[in-house]
């Protein structure tokens, strides 16, 4: 396919369909996986032995009770309190020896909570569950514990089967903070164990959300010290990417830089992603329902999402070299956008899991586009931060999900190992686009820098030329003058040495005249010279061209061919004949000796349109990109002598005419360039202007 100037730049075909089969392995690489972990955590999951009692003794400050419960899945949603009191006794309930996620299910999760208090130990006990994010946590405590507990609960072993005997406390998402039983950014509560008495606990857990359940024991003072590290740890987390939003946000919207505007947006979704999944929100706004929270968690992931894929655009610049995968970010990100409704409802089960296994896809699309941006730019660090971020992003996400669908223990990671990495990545993230606005800075610096030394040197140009406009006038009315003399004398006779003898006068008169228009110093001060459109044959106008080359060699390789020589064009007749005699000239020079060039005219629906073709040895497509730039010649024209003005001014020319000139070349087989002109008989009295820069 010929290489084509468009506005929009040109893309290499080959290279995106290559991309693009690769990507798509690795995503189907990564369905596969994501398919297969419900695999692994099931083979994980062998069943254990009886379930021993978490034995609290006086020296316990805080103890996991990973080993110490039995869980029964309600697939079918339809078991109540009583129906799991019966198929505990009956041996219904597994022991587990760890707590592993159960990914995002709508199945019902029931657990049994075995403790023990040691003779001697405290009776005062805090219980600690998260995730923060879980729906309901509905816990079932016997209401009389310790020496007033009756016989049959004594006799159950702190099991009885009537479920009156037991206490309903409501924790999770769904219940107000004002209204749980104690003020902590986990599901909390206060236990009083009675001494040497093995107690059971039953808990049902019902979310929308993926379920990823812990259970801890602790001693008050223990807790207490807990509670400060955590919230430390959380607020330097959320300070840390709060500064980061504020700093961004302001220098992005300085700077008015894509990258860093989209990078600030990504950071405030993770912010508030943390703040509502976290529980911190709840300690914030005590009062918020537990459907406006699943909303928050929800929307702000799949925002996050949407952010990541524009900022992963602008990074990676993907609009230059791969259109195709930029268009597919930008329909990512929009489908993203259009599933926030689903947050809030059933759907949530399925469209989460679908942005999950797409964030995964992403990040690894990112981990080999960055590395590849590292290796083609060795010298420059930035790539190196990008390359950096995106490793440990995938790194954290990919461990979360593992510990999510249960293929690591719950509480493999001492926290959220993607909320360390996403804390890492935006860091490391946020530092390689600091290098890369410093790059950017001093780029835009030495273009500035360009920019005024071209000024520079176009006002010197344009001072020079005046003052050689002067000398060309007087050279040339010497070469009119001699060529009237010698017509005058009568020493030539033939007629056509007299037809090349009026040749000489005219093509002296037009330069005299072009000299005027071009290098006046008036109209170069002004910026533009006045064009005086009437109305001209296409023929006429086209055999003006040829008759500039009779005479030569070039004229048996010109073939011209005019499909319609009667049709009127209005148009300044001298400049656009310049113009067309500029690609003829072009062509001829840039073409083998032995080839043709093809020049053709004719009527594409009211559009006149003149095409003129080489054989040369064509231009790149970014070079294509290029033509018509003042002093720009392509790498074929090496060795050709040229100044790279007379396409620029063929453009101008052109667009004057309110015309445009396109270009279409490939490599070693020619160029062809076409000048499109709309009728301009409606534009007679109103004379066209050309830019002279």
Known sequence: MPARRTVGGACDAARAAAISVRFRRIARLFVLLWAALPLFAGAAH????????????????????????????????????????????????????????????RDIHWYRFDLMRAP????????????????????????????KATAAAKAAGGRPQDPAAYRLVRLGDFVPFSQRPMKTRLHALSLTLPEGQPVSLYLRVDSVSAIRLS???????????????????????????????????????????????????????????????????????????????????????????????????YILDLRTWAPSLRRCYQGLALLAVLMLPSTVSPLYALTNPIVTVSALIVVVIALVLTARMTWLNRGDPTPRFYLASTLVSLSGLTMAQMILRGVLPADFFIAD???????????????????????????????????????????????????????????????????????????????????????????????????????????????????KPEPVALGQLLEEVRAGLTGTEAEERLQLSVEVPDRVLVADAPFLGVAIGNLVQNALRYSPPDTAVRVSAGDDGGVVVIRVADQGRGMSPDEVERIGSIYFRASSSRGTKGSGLGLYMTQKIVAAHGGTLTVESVRDEGSVFTIRLPDGRAQLSVPGRLAAQ
């Not at 609290?56 to 129906?83: C, I, M, N, Q």
């Not at 923060?132 to 009389?144: E, N």
């Open 46 to 105: 062998a069943a254990g032995a009886a379930v021993e009692p978490l034995l609290l003794g006086s020296a316990t400050t805080s103890a996991t009770l990973a080993g110490h419960f039995a869980r029964l899945v309600d697939p079918d949603r339809k078991l109540d309190f009583a129906d799991v009191l019966k198929a505990d006794a009956d041996g219904g309930m597994e022991p587990r020896e760890d707590f592993r996620g159960a990914g995002q299910t």
């Open 120 to 147: 001697g130990a405290p009776a005062d006990w805090l219980l600690e569950m998260g995730e923060a994010y879980i729906d309901h946590l509905d816990l079932f405590i016997l209401k009389t514990i310790g020496p």
């Open 215 to 313: 259970a801890r024991v602790w001693a008050p003072a223990a807790y207490i010290g807990h509670q400060t590290t955590d919230l430390l740890f959380q607020g330097l987390f959320l300070g840390v990417l709060g500064i980061l939003v504020l700093g961004y946000v302001a220098l992005g919207l300085l700077l008015r830089d894509g990258a860093l505007l989209a990078y600030t947006g990504y950071v405030a979704t993770v912010f508030c992603y943390y703040l509502f999944a976290n529980g911190i929100a709840a300690t914030l706004l005590p009062d918020l329902p537990g459907w406006f929270m699943n909303m928050m968690v929800g929307s702000t992931g799949f925002l996050g999402f949407a952010a990541a894929l524009i900022m992963w655009v």
């Open 417 to 531: 190992p993607y909320q360390v990495a996403s804390m890492l990545a935006v860091l490391v993230l946020g530092t390689g686009l600091a290098l890369r606005i410093g790059r950017l800075q001093t780029e835009r610096l030495r273009a500035r820098e360009e920019s005024a030394f071209a000024t520079k040197r176009a006002e010197e140009q344009r001072s020079f030329v005046a003052m050689l406009s002067h000398e060309f006038r007087t050279p040339l009315a010497s070469i009119d003058s001699a060529a009237q003399m010698i017509e005058l004398s009568g020493a030539v006779e033939a007629p056509s040495a007299l037809t090349r003898l009026q040749r000489i006068r005219n093509t002296t008169r037009k330069m005299a005249e072009l000299v005027e228009l071009f290098l006046s110093a008036d109209a170069l001060d002004q910026g533009a010279l006045a064009l």
